[in-house]
């Protein structure tokens, strides 16, 4: 059974940290693009970053500079450190892996992030 878990989201003042973590299990981790989606309450889910095999990263431009993703295959863990946040960036946060061979894709439940001005 396909897991992504993820934990570290809450609420946070405008400008501070948060670091989000997802733990798979179920998946060969080391095999999968993991990535960071988003979606604010009446909008439609976003890329966020995203994370390749080789350790290729990519932002959507509303969060580079601020937001880093990183990878632990061997603790089957993808992170992503959010500093300088803001509260356009509220939204439940969603982990995601795609297998590089199959394509399947699998979603995490979703953890919320709160930034108040």
């Known amino acids: 059974q396909v897991q992504l878990v993820e934990s570290g989201g809450g609420l946070v003042q405008s400008g501070g940290s948060l670091r989000l973590s997802c733990a798979a299990s179920?998946?060969?981790?080391?095999?999968?693009?993991m990535g960071w989606y988003r979606q604010a309450p009446g909008k439609q889910r976003e890329l966020v970053s995203t994370?390749?095999?080789?350790?290729?990263?990519n932002y959507a431009d509303s969060v580079k500079g601020r937001f880093t993703i990183s990878r632990d295959n061997a603790k089957n863990t993808v992170y992503l450190q959010m500093n300088s946040l803001k509260p356009e960036d509220t939204a439940v946060y969603y982990c995601?892996?795609?297998?590089?061979?199959?394509?399947?894709?699998?979603w995490g439940q979703g953890t919320q992030v709160t930034v108040s001005s």
């Open positions: 179920g998946i060969t981790f080391s095999l999968n693009a």
């Open positions: 995601h892996s795609r297998m590089v061979f199959s394509g399947k894709e699998y």
């Open positions: 994370i390749a095999r080789d350790g290729t990263t």
